[in-house]
């Protein structure tokens, strides 16, 4: 069964600094792999997925993420954190071929300090 | 706006009693996925259905049960319900089952067992 782990509950950056948000992964065949985010009190918005191709993918508000295969890992980044990205941030990856369901991890909550 | 439609948003009930939450998909999609948010479970798949099969099923308890109809809306029942049972629920919506296609989410609906 496929899983995600997202090891750090929560990432504390400064403003302006570069931000990475960990996930690794584990499914059997092939992944797709997401991220999404999710302000208070609202349902979760995708930024970006990786179905092949190339490893790094662009998303939505200036993020993007980095596949790496052979650490089963796809962690989120951005280059300059903004007050704004504070929120939880989810993981969520699904088999290729198996089934259809989308597992998340347990999300991690972003603090981008002014 | 995601086009996903959860209703009610906020639902207050006691101990033992039975609760429906309703979810339309946006407009097009076949799947709808149902999820629930806790504090210190995260995200948890609870089971999605695909134009009107059920495909996948995750931690979903037996005391709930949930069916997509003809027009494509879903309905997830709870009963028996418990105080661990309050949390948020998600339903999410994509174009097909097994395909890259990201999940569109709904606003959730917060339910409260007292």
């Known amino acids: 069964a496929q899983s995600v782990a997202q090891p750090e509950d929560q990432v504390n950056v400064a403003e302006g600094n570069p931000l990475t948000v960990k996930c690794t992964y584990s499914?059997?065949?092939?992944?797709?792999l997401f991220w999404y985010v999710q302000y208070p009190n609202r349902g979760l918005q995708f930024l970006l997925k990786?179905?092949?191709?190339?490893?790094l993918v662009k998303g939505s508000y200036g993020f993007e993420a980095e596949f790496n295969k052979s650490q089963t890992s796809f962690h989120l980044k951005k280059p300059s954190a903004l007050v704004s990205d504070s929120a939880l941030y989810f993981c969520?990856?699904?088999?290729?071929?198996?089934?259809?369901?989308?597992?998340f991890g347990k999300g991690t909550r972003l603090h981008i300090l002014p | 706006d995601s086009g996903v439609t959860q209703t009610p948003k906020h639902l207050i009930t006691a101990t033992g009693q039975r609760v429906t939450l309703r979810c339309s998909p946006r407009?097009?999609?076949?799947?709808v996925y149902w999820y629930q948010q806790s504090l210190d479970q995260g995200l948890q798949f609870l089971i999605q259905?695909?134009?009107?099969?059920?495909?996948a099923k995750g931690n979903i308890l037996e005391r709930f049960s949930a069916q997509q109809f003809p027009d494509l809306h879903s309905e997830l029942n709870l009963s028996s319900l418990e105080l661990g049972d309050s949390a948020l629920y998600f339903c999410?919506?994509?174009?097909?089952?097994?395909?890259?296609?990201?999940?569109?989410f709904g606003e959730g609906s917060r339910l409260t067992v007292l």
């Open positions: 999410a919506s994509s174009v097909a089952g097994r395909s890259a296609g990201e999940l569109f």
């Open positions: 499914v059997s065949g092939n992944p797709y």
């Open positions: 990786y179905i092949t191709g190339d490893n």
């Open positions: 407009s097009g999609d076949l799947s």
């Open positions: 969520a990856v699904r088999d290729m071929w198996r089934d259809d369901k989308i597992i």
């Open positions: 259905y695909y134009n009107g099969e059920e495909r």
